[in-house]
């Protein structure tokens, strides 16, 4: 089960507790002991028990190992993200409705991921989609109360009279408020949501109130915002996280959701703000089904499955199902990656299996046979059509693809509207793409790319825009050989099976890959300050010969994920 | 809480000033001035024109519309026409116009050059762009687009929304599209509805039709105002502790949320235009013609409707658009889909031939209607139109289309009323586009939060003042 449902659990048991009966602090901890007695998660109005004074705990938050890290920017949940964590919330009649509507706006992709923070700057309209989704659902709500409050709020089995309502909304406003938040509410929201349910209960009943409470809470910037004030460290611009908000980034690189109840305990008894305890934690989620959320998003962005969103390929075998199939074939690539195989990075870019999905089944049987087998995600038809043209290949595009997402390297960007054919001359009429292409490596004006883009391109010519496999364009043979000679990756493969199996091999191929689930878990580029949290990453990951588990553990232990760079030093 | 302050706005007359921005406190906002439109609407198309025969005959008052431009006749009294203005900005700090697409959409109705194009290296050029933005595609505005500060002085509170803004496809539905012409703020995009379905949903949700009381929808807008009450002040304890970067974030996403310092409008009563299909599949095989009238409909209804103080329509998918016209399509589908070559008179396609010309008649034809939709709605017992009341242009990105050029872009701003200059043609050649823009500001009656007017817009420093020509 993902997340932690209404009522169970240790949100629930605390929740209630903890402003009443400071249950926030209350968990067995040794005075002084430096773990999490004072987890001051949440903004200002933290009661007195929960801020942990007066009652002779002083918080000790962890020390970095590294000099610093780099600045974290403040992040929004993106859409895959909200969808999870309202699932977590809503009961699930009403979170399968809701998906139904799904009129939460789509993340942009800016940069790389959907986690990243540029993906969510919020625009007027998306403001307005934001404030729209939780109306549609507070109605869906609302026009179901009789069934659907008792699921949200268990008083409300007894009826729907102010009587009984009124009695039970404290407590249903702290639970449902702490797993909404991912840390308690402070007074100030616990009034501002009570205060909202009291005045609408009084002009238009309690019915009406009750679907303003759940309104508030989709669109609360609260649920809608990771925020991290964090715990002072020696160093001004540097917090160390607390237990919620490390739970809180555990749970959205795992399993892109709400954190579980483990979680919620251990951010609560402290173990959380220790390496040792976030390790334990991140190797449970590791080895936890949750994973195949990470899986399964990382690797569609990764390939940037979102560019077969909508596409269309003018081509024999692609059919209206066929670029959905194929954006679903690089989620379920992810997910067959963890659950079937060693998980290994040398098997993701060298399998020779392949999840199957008969839709593109006519894809991966045609062509002819050929001794070099098809190996891992780069050459699924999902990689192969997302980089390409409606009715050609793209070699330059899927040899950037190979530097700037699997080598890391440079890639210079496209330079607007180039004539292609007046600079192609008479070669554009060449039957095969690198018979057209090869001459620009030498023409002055177009080398400077075309040198380091077309060789990581043209072995994948054995592909098609779709992702078939071929031995000839327009009639000629298709040379896929290649030899590359720069100083961080060099050989000679004769097609693609060949360069993916070096690539595997290669170390700044792994160093890269582990960047890339940086960028996904931070929701952002790394910086130089994040140098010596990347290293350690990188050299984790090596010694785990590729395990890409241990690679998520990695980064969750990293300075660079326990702790947040604020850039000011936050306050105000 | 309601706050007002009064000013006197660009155009003469004193007007209320709500406050609408809790958090930009410092942001005055005027609501218009009653000697200026009572809104915009800015449409926006790709790839340019066929300058020669947009231009009409003549400058000054006594001309001819051009070939392209013709269908603007019924509102030849009502119309200004701005041609060959070069786009300077672009060439700031650099030695030519930058070949190709970069930084054009972005800047014509931002006056800005790009993210990064203050780039690390010193120069302050467009190239910048393309060689230092991580993964080329980030090419967003520096700033608002002129349509937005217009939309945001006209603003006073009885709207249901901050704008409208609608696109028109191409050839492919789709739903939320970035747009690449209009701006909230710096790299902030504006969000475009294309499907009309989607787009009627939302625009009229909050509309009745005329007479009608609906009473769970003033019980829905009661709950609304409270949720939202609520959710922005749970905005101001969640800063606590945060960057003022981070600060920044939340600051700008709680000024977003509607209207919430204002009572909540009634819903407005008003005429509602049936309504489109929601089901992408009642959209196969529309070319952009269609998604055009539909598009173009439900933004002259919702304007009469006073959903909003600013509207936008941009067409998009340019590459390859389906336009609903046999002849163009035809043409096109020659060349595998390809508007591209059309556009730029390549691959023996003439400059002056008739599919070419018919293809970027298009988008003025629609512009006219688009007036011929907002001059048929009566507004006020003066019996002067929605037209009459508004401040539309057209613009484009690039000028001539076959070179790709900003050098020459071409303008048609229509509407009734304001200090505008209209039945005129101004031969912008010796301007430049920023200037073009700081008189759109003079002509909605735009004032800084001193009340002066505003003559400056986009890039600082570039290029300041009107053009005194376009002012009646």
Redesign the interface.
């Known amino acids: 089960m993902r997340g932690v449902r209404s009522g169970s659990g240790a949100w629930a048991l605390c929740s209630l507790a903890l402003v009443v009966a400071g249950c926030y602090e209350g968990v067995a901890l040794e005075s002084g002991s430096g773990e999490g007695a004072s987890d001051t998660d949440g903004p200002s109005g933290t009661s007195e028990t929960e801020s942990g004074e007066g009652t002779g705990d002083t918080p000790m938050p962890p020390s970095l190992t590294c000099d610093t890290v780099g600045a974290q920017p403040l992040r929004r949940l993106s859409a895959a993200q909200y969808w999870e964590v309202v699932g977590g919330l809503l009961p699930a009649p009403l979170a399968a409705a809701a998906r139904e509507i799904d009129a939460f706006p789509q993340t942009r992709i800016n940069d790389n991921f959907t986690t990243f923070a540029s993906a969510n700057t919020v625009s007027t309209a998306e403001s307005i989609q934001i404030e729209d989704n939780a109306e549609a659902i507070a109605t869906l709500f609302r026009e179901d109360l009789a069934t659907l409050a008792p699921m949200l709020i268990p008083c409300a089995s007894e009826g729907l009279s102010a009587d009984v309502v009124d009695g039970c909304m404290p407590a249903f406003v702290d639970d449902f408020a702490t797993r909404a938040f991912r840390r308690p509410p402070t007074e100030a929201e616990r009034a501002l949501v009570l205060d909202l349910y009291a005045g609408v209960r009084d002009e238009d009943g309690v019915e009406e109130a009750l679907a303003a409470v759940l309104q508030f809470f989709l669109q609360a910037p609260a649920l809608l915002y990771v925020t991290e004030p964090g715990l002072p460290t020696d160093d001004p611009v540097v917090v160390a996280l607390s237990g919620h908000e490390v739970a809180t980034r555990l749970a959205l690189l795992f399993s892109g959701g709400l954190p579980d109840d483990e979680l919620v305990a251990a951010a609560l008894d402290g173990r959380l703000l220790t390496r040792e305890g976030v390790e334990e934690q991140a190797r449970r989620l590791s080895l936890s089904s949750d994973v195949s959320n990470a899986m399964t998003t990382f690797h569609h962005e990764w390939l940037r499955g979102f560019s077969l969103d909508g596409a269309e390929r003018n081509h024999p075998l692609w059919d209206d199902e066929t670029s959905a199939a194929m954006s679903e074939e690089l989620r379920a690539f992810g997910q067959w990656f963890i659950d079937e195989t060693d998980g290994s990075f040398r098997t993701l870019l060298t399998t020779e299996s392949f999840p199957s999905d008969g839709r593109l089944n006519a894809i991966y049987n045609a062509g002819e046979p050929t001794a070099s087998p098809r190996r891992g995600l780069l050459t699924t038809a999902a990689a192969m059509a997302s980089a390409a043209h409606s009715d050609s290949t793209s070699l330059v595009e899927r040899g950037a693809f190979v530097r700037q997402h699997v080598l890391c390297l440079p890639v210079p960007a496209f330079p607007g509207d180039v004539d292609i054919e007046g600079t192609l001359g008479d070669y554009g009429d060449l039957p095969t793409a690198r018979q057209r292409l090869e001459p620009l490596m030498i023409e002055p004006s177009c080398a400077g790319c075309h040198v380091g883009l077309n060789p990581f391109g043209f072995p994948f010519e054995a592909y098609d825009w779709v992702g078939a496999h071929r031995l000839q364009e327009n009639g000629a043979d298709i040379d896929t050989t290649v030899d590359i000679d720069i100083a961080v990756f060099a050989g000679s493969f004769a097609n693609a099976s060949e360069l993916v199996v070096a690539l595997a091999e290669s170390e700044l191929a792994q160093d890269c890959y582990a960047t890339h689930w940086f960028r996904y878990a931070m929701g952002r580029r790394e910086t130089d300050a994040d140098t010596c949290s990347l290293d350690e990453i990188r050299t984790a990951f090596s010694s785990s010969e590729g395990d890409v588990r241990e690679l998520m553990v990695a980064i969750a232990v990293s300075d660079g994920f326990r702790f947040r760079n604020t850039g000011d030093g936050g306050g105000e | 809480m309601r706050r007002r302050r009064f000013l006197q706005g660009a155009c003469g007359l004193t007007v209320g000033l709500p406050m609408l921005s809790r958090f930009a406190a410092e942001e005055a906002r005027a609501a218009g001035d009653p000697n200026g439109p009572r809104r915009v609407i800015t449409m926006a198309y790709p790839m340019g024109t066929h300058v020669p025969f947009f231009r009409p005959t003549a400058t000054g008052s006594n001309f001819d519309f051009g070939p392209i431009t013709t269908s603007m006749e019924p509102f030849k009294d009502r119309t200004l026409v701005v041609s060959s203005c070069p786009n300077a900005v672009l060439n700031v700090g650099g030695s030519g116009y930058?070949?190709?697409?970069?930084g054009k959409k972005e800047s014509v109705f931002t006056g800005t050059l790009m993210r990064h194009a203050f780039g690390a290296s010193g120069e302050n050029h467009i190239d910048n762009v393309?060689?230092q933005?991580?993964?080329?595609?980030?090419r967003t505005a520096n700033g608002p687009s002129v349509d937005h500060v217009i939309g945001e002085f006209l603003s006073d509170g009885s709207h249901l929304?901050?704008?409208v803004?609608l696109g028109v496809a191409g050839r492919?539905l789709?739903?939320?599209v970035?747009s690449e012409f209009f701006y909230?703020a710096p790299?902030?995009?504006?969000?475009?509805?294309a499907n009309p379905g989607l787009a009627f949903a939302?625009l009229f949700?909050g509309v009745m039709p005329d007479g009608e009381v609906d009473e769970s929808l003033l019980?829905?807008q009661?709950?609304?105002k409270?949720?939202?009450?609520?959710?922005r002040?749970?905005?101001v304890?969640?800063?606590?502790?945060?960057?003022?970067?981070?600060?920044a974030?939340?600051d700008?996403?709680?000024d977003?949320?509607?209207d919430i310092e204002l009572d909540m409008p009634p819903p407005l009563a008003c005429t509602i235009p049936d309504a489109p299909s929601e089901d992408p599949e009642a959209y196969t095989d529309w070319s952009m013609g269609d998604y055009a009238d539909i598009q173009i409909r439900l933004m002259a209804h919702a304007m009469a409707c006073g959903v909003a103080p600013v509207g936008r329509l941009e067409f998009f998918q340019q590459q390859n658009p389906f336009f609903g016209i046999p002849l163009v399509d035809d043409a096109v589908a020659t060349v595998?889909d390809w508007h591209h070559p059309v556009v730029h008179a390549?691959d023996g396609w003439e400059k002056d031939g008739e599919v070419r010309v018919t293809g970027l008649r298009f988008f003025v034809e629609k512009f006219a209607q688009l007036c011929a939709e907002l001059d048929s709605i009566v507004e006020g017992a003066d019996g002067q139109t929605v037209l009459d009341n508004s401040l539309c242009v057209l613009g484009s990105d690039l000028g001539e289309g076959d070179g790709?050029g900003a050098f020459d872009l071409c303008f048609l701003i229509a509407g009734g009323s304001g200090p505008g200059r209209r039945q005129y043609h101004f031969d912008g050649s010796g301007e430049n586009v920023n200037r073009v823009l700081n008189s759109l500001l003079q002509m909605a009656c735009v004032t800084d939060a001193g009340g002066a007017p505003i003559d400056e817009f986009g890039l600082g420093g570039f290029a300041p003042g009107v053009i005194p020509e376009l002012l009646a």
């Open positions: 930058v070949y190709g697409h970069p393309v060689e933005s991580p993964d080329g595609n980030q929304r901050p704008s803004d492919q789709a739903d939320n970035d909230e790299e902030n995009p504006v969000t475009l509805q939302s949700s019980t829905l009661r709950r609304r409270s949720v939202l009450d609520a959710v002040d749970s905005f304890d969640l800063r606590q502790g945060l960057s003022s970067a981070d600060r974030v939340l700008d996403h709680a977003k949320i509607r595998q390549s790709h």
